[in-house]
């Protein structure tokens, strides 16, 4: 049960004096987007609007389409901020799930199980937002039983949050630790934090109350990556897809792909939209997509793509600023 207090909330936007309201939403949460438009138009007398693409992160902040809507105040919902210089007062709502006391301590009692049996004593722990609040309660509890527990905060984030495109929070422990802890629910962050670091990754669910490991998952998915990288280094055509979505627009590193690309005769375009999906991309004659915007397009939607789509550090590989021991330590 995701917490959003809705009063206090009416109440900034009355102090604020917001005439028309924009909101936008993570899919899982657009279902409170009546409820929520309700109250606070009863409650303040502004009128609220709903953007109804589905928003993955802060990183696609519509303040500048709110802006020229003539809206007053953006509400973010889901995220916490990530690039700053809003073009319009933007309130973020990070939208916590409410602790289960019950399913809490039953998966942490499991994870310390499994540490032990694994005799690992030391573990460095990440979460996405919603679930920082576990991640207080999983880091204590693991501490009084004697285990170590490095966390650490990156820049822009909270204490122990780590994003898809943003493990910077750990780095420092990571180093440290026999293994990583993953507090939330999907595969995606634990995928990432496995990639990134090269260690064990256990994934605490609070919301299910289950502990689960990545298992043969991460080795699968380097084998994929390193065949992608093989295939690139044989392929003519280049497809550089870029975003215009604020925190993921990376076009700057898109033409510096395209030049050394060219270096080593290889043809390349870059096409340029919002949502990066793969119908934009059929019959065009592309051997290989090199992805600048999210790093969940590479991870989870490749396969929807007619060809394989590489990330920029698997792109350097192939012009060669970087070899594959640099992004992949192979067993
Ligand atoms: S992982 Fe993707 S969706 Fe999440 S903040 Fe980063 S760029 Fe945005």
Known sequence: MIEINISKLAEEIKKRKAKLVAMQFPDGLKTKAEEIADQIEKETGAKTIVFAEPCFGACDLKDRE????????????GHSALIGNEKLPTIYIEAKYRVNKEKIKKAIKKLEEILKKERIQRVAIGATVQYLEHTKIVSEELEKKGFGVLSGKGEMLASYQVLGCNYSGMEKQADKAQALVFVG???FHAIGMGLEFNKKVFIINPSSGTVNTLGLEKEKLVRKRISFIEHAKDAKKFGLLVSTKP??????????????????????????????????????????????????????????????????EECEVVIEKKKIEDLFILD
């Open 66 to 77: 709110a802006k020229e809507l003539g809206a007053d105040l953006l509400l973010h919902f």
């Open 185 to 187: 629910d999907g595969r």
């Open 247 to 312: 925190g993921q627009q990376n076009l700057k590193k898109a033409l510096e792909i395209k030049e050394e690309l060219e270096k080593k005769e290889k043809k390349s375009i870059i096409f340029i939209s919002e949502n990066i999906l793969p119908e934009h991309y059929i019959g065009l004659g592309i051997d290989v997509f090199v992805n600048t915007a999210c790093p969940r397009i590479a991870l989870d939607d490749e396969s929807k793509f007619n060809a394989p789509v590489l990330s920029i």
